[in-house]
């Protein structure tokens, strides 16, 4: 397989001078033209402050140019790790809420807001367990699923429901120490097929910190899982066949303790995952989103690796074709 991706150009989307970064990316599903996007990332002091804030983006295609922003922040509360998704009439925002109370105490809660046109935005609204993290739902049959994950439990549970409304445990303890031996699973990217087959990439951080990959049919009750024997960090992928995917993530040297956001090629039916591109990139780094149109990829990522700043980037990647 020969690839040729080459990156055509790269935008910063973000404003200099403060922490932006956990990007996500999507087609705007109001833009009858298709020539936007919609990209969103948190804005906060640095990687832990307690004022994290969702910015929403809406981007020209053709320049990478911002033509909306909208913020979407709670007082006293860091909202992390904004995910876009679309449920064929609605775009909705998804979001991890920490709020620390006047004893110091953390409490933790799923936020989510919705859009019917893309320029405004729903009032906020409060969804999941405490505690839980439910990591980028994906909609298929007029319900959304998602994996969540509670570092206590070290292990993750498949949710099902509607992120505007409620969420509920669908498969408690998926995957997880106690019933794999393998620690620490937490972020996902979850994808599902035409046949309703679900795929997803698992991020790991503890023994090996290996990535998993899994696999599941209706009704998502039974997972089977293959240890990738890589670290991926914020997994992002999108299919380009039912066997071929292009997955994104941070990508970390053990020996030299550097990072950088990559993009691997997978092939499912041998379960081969190929490094094919490096982005720009170091540091504090990844999160990225992903959207194909046609030959071009459009990626969201951030990184720190142009004065040291945390920042918002959007890149076009053209040569996708040539993976498949």
Known sequence: MKQKLQIVEISRVSPPAVHAAFTDLMENPFDKSSSSLLCCYRQATDHVSRDGAIVILTLRKETLEVINK????ELGTDLRDP????????????????TIDENEQAHTKMLSVFSTTGQSWSSKHWFGDDGWWIWKPQWINNKAFGFAYHRPADYISLYEGDPTR????HKPNVFGLAKNNKGFPNESALLFDHDGEATVFLRRDADTFSAQFGTSTPPYTKWFW????????????????KTRFLVAGRHVNWETREFSTRLWHFDKTNKTLTEILTMPSSG?????GLILDNDLLYMSYYSSHIDNQARVYVAKIDGVKSLF
């Open 70 to 73: 909208v913020l979407i922040k």
């Open 83 to 98: 995910k876009l998704m679309y449920d064929g009439q609605r775009a909705i925002v998804t979001a991890f809420a920490k």
């Open 166 to 169: 409620a969420m509920r445990v």
């Open 226 to 241: 293959h240890d990738l024997g890589i670290y991926i960090g914020g997994p992002c992928a999108i299919a380009l066949t």
């Open 284 to 288: 504090d780094t990844s999160y990225p």
